[in-house]
Each structure stands twice: as C-alpha cells, then as structure tokens.
C-alpha cells in the first residue's frame, strides 16, 4: 500500500512585535501545523493569524503547548507538578480552541513543545497529566508524540495517537532524542536529513548516533523552520517524499490509513 505521511511544523512562533520563521511559506508545504499558544511564544494577534491561515489553506490545526518560560523558549526545564502541567495544558489549548472556533474550525491535534515535549515521553505523570487534560477537554484530539509515556497514556484513554519523527534531530539507541545540550544533536547537512526522512517514511528505520538503525513509526515529520535555509529543506522534502511515492495528507487521513492497513494485514493472518 502507498505510503501516507503528514508534515508539520511550529508555526506562530513569534510575539509581539517580533517575528521567527517562514510561517507563510511553510504553509504551502505542510498539511498540518503546531502553533504557539502564549506561553513559550505567541499571541493572541499571532495566533488568529495563523489559525485564519490555516483555515485559508487547509492546513490542520494543532495545539503547541509548553512550559510558562517565554523567555526561554519553552527548552528549560522547570519544576511543575503534574497538577500545575495538567491546568497549564488545559488553559493553552482553551485558548487556541476560542480562536479555532471563532474560524469556523476547531483543533484537531496536540503536540506538546520543546522541553515539555521531551518529558513527556519519559515521565508518566507529566505524560498522564496531558492526556488526561486532552481527553476531557475533546475526546477526538490527536495527540502527537514520540515513541514513550505520552503514547502510552493517551492510547489508554482511547485518543488517536500519531507518531512524530523529527527529521533534523539525532536519535540515540534507545529512540530518544538526544538533548539539545549535547553537540551534533541538531542536524544541518540537507542531503542527510532528506536521506533520513525517505527512509523513517519509507523503510520505518532511522539512524543513531551510535551508527545503528532504531524502527521508528512515523505517523508525522516534524519540519523545523526557524533556521537558516529551513523553508528550501521543508519543500526538498516534500519533493524527495513525493518522488518516492509517498503522498502527503493530514493527520485524520494517514491514522486512517494505518487503520485499514492494520485490517488489511489481519485479515491475512
């Protein structure tokens, strides 16, 4: 069966009066997109631009929640109880889910961001305290993460999960990421990144920094566009994906897919 992907990226990633990314460019590329609800970037005027966008362009939607740290960027760790993770999840998606609807649409997905992001997929009371947050607020959410504890909590409460590969970043043995802290953990050689995501798409394998391939579902490719060049990768991505017989859909479309493929190979056992 062909092959199914989405392609997302962080959007509406600036404030006030300043600006981060190619955010309209991006948006003639991805088929969804993570935005920024306020508290590691964003605005209210940012954030009705980009949900307006998105609706414009067909684009799904999704919720970028974070850590309260503005100033860092959402990449520090801070120490919050699950409790305060749970309520700050909650008041980040309310609000993007005020604009969404004032659009005409609603949001479809949930990716937690930067330092939370990685947490969550080690920490099961902070990957508890999102889902659980998610499911109440909307049961149909999507919730977007790596392999790990968010997974697991939110495929226990019977939200759709989809899986996130990141094409710029270093994995480790274990599938993780390997921290931002460490040298080469972000990847800037093109060919490399195009190379490694034909194959997370394609053969369902990435490449460690210990030289051995990890099996990594990729319901999802993250593209990063906050950095010099990142608009010409993102669309010599799409491209090389296309190529390779690859098509390109929202989230709803490729859980779809894998549903029936998952029929399909029952049905022959």
Known sequence: MTAVIDLVADLGEGFGTYTLGEDQDLLDIVSSANIACGFHAGDPDIMDRTVAECVRRGVGIGAHPSFPDLRGFGRRAMDLTAEEVRTDTLYQLGALSAFSTYHGTRVSHIAPHGRLGNLVATRADYADAVADAAFRADPSLIVLAQDGELARAAAARG?????????DRAYQADGTLVPRSQPGAVLHDPSVIVERTVRMVCEGVIETVAGTDVAIQADTVLLHGDNPGAVALARLIRKEL??????????????GARYNRYKADSSLT
């Open 159 to 167: 939200l759709g999960v989809a899986i996130v590969g990141i094409a």
């Open 242 to 255: 296309t190529a390779a017989g690859v098509r390109i859909a929202p989230l709803a479309e490729v859980l």
